[in-house]
Every structure is written in structure tokens, then in C-alpha cells.
């Protein structure tokens, strides 16, 4: 079909497995587990299954952050999960997460294990599991669920809506474009508006919602995502700049970063995490001379 041609859908829709596009290889109509695979479980009560994508990296970003703050009992091993090969339609994985996404996590601190699926769940569970970044109630909390759930119903519209069609689609097309770039614009201004008089999300306090968000859309509006930035003229957002800097300066965000990365300079992956040495070897590594 040429990008002029009018689309007229058939009365029943059936898979074209041609149909192009990025991720054409692993999308499917279907749910379920593709072959059987169990996942490793390393020595920490939390175990992640991940990858350094952005719904990844908010929870990294959030277990180094507990950890930083002295909460012992949120070290974890860091498992990669490479949703290129397909990793996510192994059984092991999917028995966690029947939807087949990163991030998931196994919680056996207790006498049962808790599965746990969906990054703002996991948020959620972590920071009500060491009372940390989540105020306890009042119009502080609602407004950090406020924004927390506001992430998790835009990004869609950004990755699955603008980034696809604007980067990954397997030709352009001026309609959706021009449909999701307005979009993923008006949510830029929102935030923008937001820190217009705020420091973080909800105010003067560093709370989860900050680090769901920061992911997604500091990274867009630092031009750092889809090559889109002079496209969406993302300068024009000077507040969510400064935030986004402010964030990204932090030493534990700059760590949830690197767990299950596995694009971008080598020095700043690391594929799997299991102990807070890693980070050191990592360095260690990175200003080691190269061998002859």
C-alpha cells in the first residue's frame, strides 16, 4: 500500500505478519508464551526482569534511590530481559507477567513470593514497602498518584503513538504524525506549566512521580529520543529542561540509568546488576587503559 492510498478495512481484520515496521518481528495479536525458558534468580529478596527502556528504567531509578537513602532492603539483582530476541514470550517471564512487557519483578522478602507487573505497580509496592518516596496521605500522596497515573496514560501516546509512527513506522505518514506530535506537545506544555512553580512534581518533595516521568520525557525533551527534538521544538520547554538536568545530575538516577542498558556508549550499560560493586567494576573498566 503506497502512503497516498486510501486504507479501507476489511470486514474481518486478520494478522499480516508482513506488515512491517521496527518491531514487526515480536508484535502479535496473541498473548501467551512462545517457548519455554525459566528465569535465573539471583541472591536479593528482589528480583528484576528488565530493560533499560524507559517503563525499565524508572523502577532502576527508584531501587537505587531507596538504596541511597539507606534502605538496605531494597538491593536487588538486575536480570536483562531483550525484548528484541523475544525474551519477554519466554515461560518463565510470562508467568509473572501474562501482558509480556518490562518491567516485572518477584518480591520474596515474605513468606510468599508477590509477583509484580506494570511499572507504576511496582512503584507503588516499593514505595509503600520502605515508606519512601510516596507521601503517606493527604493531598500529598493524591497529588503524587495524580501525575504518577498521568505517565502511565500518556507515555503511550508519546512511544506507542508519536515515536512509532514518527521513527519506526516502515514509511511516514503526515496524518498520524501531525495527530501525535500535537499530543505528545500539549503534554510537554503540561509539565511545563506544572514546573513553571514547582520544583519537582508535587512540590518541594522528590517523589516517584519524578521518576516515572523523567524517563519519558526528559529524555524527549533533551532531544535524546526518536532524533525528534528540533522537530517538536522541545527548547520551547525551559522548565522541564531544568528539571530534567536536575534529575539526571543525581547519582542514583545517573546508576538506574545504566541497569539493563544495552544501547548507547558501552561505558554507560550495565546488563545486569547484581550487587552495588558492579557500578565500581563499571568504572573501573571505563578508565582502564585500552589494551595493545
Not at 481484520?13 to 517457548?35: C, L, M, Q, V, Y
Given at each position: 500500500?503506497?502512503?497516498?492510498?486510501?486504507?479501507v478495512?476489511?470486514?474481518?481484520?486478520t494478522?499480516?505478519?508482513?506488515?512491517?515496521?521496527?518491531?514487526?518481528?515480536?508484535?502479535?495479536?496473541?498473548?501467551?508464551?512462545t517457548?519455554?525458558?525459566?528465569?535465573?534468580?539471583?541472591?536479593?529478596p528482589?528480583?528484576?526482569?528488565?530493560?533499560?527502556?524507559?517503563?525499565?528504567?524508572?523502577?532502576?531509578?527508584?531501587?537505587?534511590?531507596?538504596?541511597?537513602a539507606?534502605?538496605?532492603?531494597?538491593e536487588?539483582?538486575?536480570?536483562?530481559?531483550n525484548?528484541?530476541?523475544?525474551?519477554?514470550?519466554?515461560?518463565?517471564?510470562?508467568?509473572?507477567?501474562?501482558?509480556?512487557?518490562?518491567?516485572?519483578?518477584?518480591?520474596?522478602?515474605?513468606?510468599?513470593?508477590?509477583?509484580?507487573?506494570?511499572?507504576?505497580?511496582?512503584?507503588?509496592?516499593?514505595?509503600?514497602k520502605?515508606?519512601?518516596?510516596?507521601?503517606?496521605?493527604?493531598?500529598?500522596?493524591?497529588?503524587?498518584?495524580?501525575w504518577?497515573?498521568?505517565?502511565?496514560?500518556?507515555?503511550?501516546?508519546?512511544g506507542g503513538?508519536?515515536?512509532?509512527?514518527y521513527?519506526?513506522?516502515?514509511?511516514?505518514?503526515?496524518?498520524p504524525?501531525?495527530?501525535?506530535?500535537?499530543?505528545?506537545?500539549?503534554?510537554?506544555?503540561?509539565?511545563?506549566r506544572?514546573?513553571?512553580?514547582?520544583?519537582?512534581?508535587?512540590?518541594?518533595?522528590?517523589?516517584?512521580?519524578?521518576?516515572a516521568?523523567?524517563p519519558w520525557?526528559?529524555a524527549?525533551?533533551?532531544?535524546l529520543?526518536?532524533?525528534?527534538?528540533e522537530?517538536l521544538?522541545?527548547?520551547?520547554?525551559?522548565?522541564?529542561?531544568?528539571?530534567?538536568?536536575?534529575?539526571?545530575?543525581?547519582?542514583p538516577?545517573?546508576?538506574?540509568r545504566m541497569?539493563?542498558?544495552?544501547?548507547?556508549?558501552?561505558?554507560?550499560?550495565?546488563?545486569?546488576?547484581?550487587?552495588?560493586s558492579?557500578?565500581?567494576?563499571?568504572?573501573?573498566?571505563?578508565?582502564a587503559?585500552?589494551?595493545?
Amino acid at each position: 500500500m503506497s502512503e497516498n492510498t486510501e486504507y479501507v478495512p476489511p470486514k474481518v481484520w486478520t494478522w499480516d505478519k508482513e506488515s512491517g515496521g521496527r518491531f514487526a518481528n515480536i508484535n502479535r495479536p496473541i498473548a501467551g508464551p512462545t517457548h519455554d525458558k525459566e528465569l535465573p534468580v539471583g541472591k536479593h529478596p528482589l528480583q528484576l526482569y528488565s530493560l533499560g527502556t524507559p517503563n525499565g528504567v524508572k523502577v532502576t531509578v527508584l531501587l537505587e534511590e531507596l538504596l541511597a537513602a539507606g534502605h538496605s532492603g531494597a538491593e536487588y539483582d538486575a536480570w536483562l530481559i531483550n525484548i528484541g530476541n523475544g525474551d519477554q514470550f519466554g515461560s518463565g517471564f510470562v508467568d509473572i507477567n501474562p501482558n509480556s512487557k518490562i518491567p516485572a519483578m518477584m518480591d520474596r522478602s515474605g513468606p510468599e513470593p508477590i509477583r509484580l507487573f506494570e511499572s507504576g505497580s511496582i512503584m507503588v509496592h516499593l514505595a509503600e514497602k520502605f515508606g519512601a518516596f510516596l507521601p503517606e496521605s493527604g493531598a500529598a500522596r493524591a497529588e503524587t498518584l495524580n501525575w504518577l497515573f498521568w505517565q502511565m496514560g500518556s507515555a503511550p501516546f508519546l512511544g506507542g503513538g508519536f515515536g512509532h509512527f514518527y521513527a519506526y513506522a516502515p514509511f511516514k505518514q503526515e496524518y498520524p504524525i501531525n495527530r501525535y506530535a500535537m499530543e505528545v506537545k500539549r503534554q510537554l506544555d503540561v509539565l511545563n506549566r506544572n514546573l513553571q512553580s514547582r520544583e519537582f512534581m508535587i512540590g518541594d518533595t522528590y517523589t516517584i512521580a519524578d521518576m516515572a516521568i523523567w524517563p519519558w520525557y526528559g529524555a524527549l525533551v533533551k532531544g535524546l529520543v526518536y532524533e525528534a527534538g528540533e522537530f517538536l521544538s522541545v527548547h520551547e520547554y525551559e522548565h522541564v529542561i531544568r528539571w530534567t538536568d536536575q534529575l539526571g545530575a543525581r547519582e542514583p538516577v545517573k546508576r538506574g540509568r545504566m541497569v539493563n542498558r544495552v544501547f548507547g556508549e558501552a561505558s554507560s550499560q550495565l546488563h545486569e546488576r547484581h550487587d552495588a560493586s558492579d557500578f565500581e567494576t563499571k568504572t573501573a573498566d571505563k578508565l582502564a587503559p585500552e589494551s595493545e
